[in-house]
């Protein structure tokens, strides 16, 4: 798909641009995958110790710098930053949060992707995702992923047994009842 590979192109322009601008380097980033339970607080540490970007937890953060390469096949995205490989779009619809499991479990039969352990991200996962600013889509992720799952679930819950999930849209994260909707975009950790 040509759109794809011009896509790509301008975020490595954009990248190389950004690195000589700024002399930065990407460094490795190493995020919790193991599901947690985590309180207002112990979300808001997080987002702040990290330096994401959260329109109400904090606005200063300024995220990561992503190295981004879509799959051969297009249907993942690969972060050499973090070392994880996300869906590029996610479910169609949105679920609730228990029925997420369903989906990862079919992922997982189904070998999406070519791979076998798809999962929920965690909250630090999922909130790595999000940019200081909008993109032309008009959220906080990258053009490269599939704007249609504008708000995300992850594994972590909150004390209540609510679950957090990640607004790609509004660029905060949030807890909610497990029973309300929200979309899945799987992701895996990378060997």
């Known amino acids: 798909m040509p759109g794809n590979q011009s896509i790509s192109a301008i ?3 954009f990248l190389c641009l950004l690195l000589s601008c700024t002399g930065e380097t990407p460094q490795p980033v190493q995020l ?7 309180s207002v607080d112990a979300a808001r540490t997080m987002i702040v110790d990290m330096g994401f970007y959260d329109f109400h937890k904090h606005k200063a953060g300024k995220g990561i ?10 249907l993942a995205v690969i972060d050499a930053t973090t070392g994880l490989m996300w869906m590029r779009s996610g479910s169609k619809i949105h679920i609730p949060h228990a029925q997420a499991a ?8 189904e070998r999406f992707a070519g791979h076998s352990n798809w999962r929920l991200p965690t909250l630090e996962e999922a909130m790595s995702l999000l940019a200081a600013a909008k993109f032309e889509n008009e959220l906080y992720i990258d053009p490269l ?5 504008v708000w995300i679930w992850t594994s972590d819950l909150y004390p209540d047994g609510s ?9 905060y994260c949030g807890y909610y009842d497990a029973k309300s909707r929200s979309y899945v975009r799987a992701v895996r950790s990378l060997p």
Do not use: C, S
């Open 11 to 13: 975020a490595a322009v």
């Open 32 to 38: 919790r995958a193991a599901p947690d339970t985590l």
């Open 102 to 109: 369903n989906m990862i479990d079919y992922l997982n039969q």
């Open 145 to 149: 992923f599939d704007p249609k799952q």
């Open 163 to 171: 679950a957090w999930r990640v607004f790609l849209n509004e660029g």
């Open 65 to 74: 710098i992503h190295q981004y390469q879509l799959t051969a096949d297009g």
